[in-house]
């Protein structure tokens, strides 16, 4: 049944990312809900279900964007699901900056681990670090901000 409410998610993180997340776009400025989704899922479930999402969530990406590199995403959103997904909350209680913290580091991480993995120009890095991963972080911290507001206070503790 978890399986079904995950692909429930993640279909609404995808139609937020491909039709709304256009829509609230500042200066070609966008949030990341699908990872979002993976870093949620991962703090909640633990790395198992973040490496398995993270993958799915990956690509997904890799298949639907024009890219020369399949499977980069996936394996880039794999990790990040990993790595945070060992910060599982069975264990201990993360705090609402916590939470917003580990998602920012997890969307510089991203864009990192996705520009070292395709071979990107360290100079283009920069570039895209400063008018893109820092921008749209901000962003997806901002609304990742509520988003984790909300849905920590409606959603009972994770069974195991």
């Known amino acids: 049944m978890r399986v079904v409410w995950f692909l429930v998610y993640f279909a609404f993180a995808f139609v937020l990312q491909t039709i709304i997340a256009p829509m609230i776009s500042i200066v070609g400025i966008s949030p990341d809900f699908i990872l979002f989704l993976v870093v949620f899922l991962s703090l909640r479930y633990g790395a198992v279900w973040g490496?398995?999402?993270?993958?799915?969530?990956?690509?997904?990406e890799d298949i639907y964007r024009d890219v020369d590199w399949l499977g980069a995403a996936a394996m880039v959103?794999?990790?990040?699901?990993?790595?945070?997904?060992?910060?599982?909350?069975?264990?201990?209680?993360?705090?609402?900056?916590?939470?917003?913290?580990?998602?920012?580091?997890?969307?510089i991480a991203n864009d990192i681990?996705?520009?070292?993995?395709?071979?990107?120009?360290?100079?283009?890095?920069?570039?895209?670090?400063?008018?893109?991963?820092?921008?749209?972080?901000?962003?997806?911290?901002?609304?990742?901000?509520?988003?984790?507001?909300?849905?920590?206070?409606?959603?009972?503790?994770?069974?195991?």
Do not use: C
């Open 77 to 107: 959103k794999s990790s990040i699901g990993f790595i945070v997904g060992q910060l599982e909350e069975k264990f201990f209680n993360l705090g609402l900056l916590t939470r917003v913290i580990v998602l920012a580091i997890a969307f």
């Open 113 to 160: 681990l996705f520009a070292l993995i395709i071979g990107m120009d360290k100079d283009l890095v920069l570039d895209m670090f400063m008018t893109r991963t820092l921008p749209s972080g901000l962003y997806t911290m901002v609304l990742g901000t509520l988003a984790f507001n909300f849905l920590y206070s409606h959603a009972s503790k994770p069974k195991s």
């Open 51 to 60: 490496v398995l999402w993270g993958f799915f969530a990956g690509f997904t």
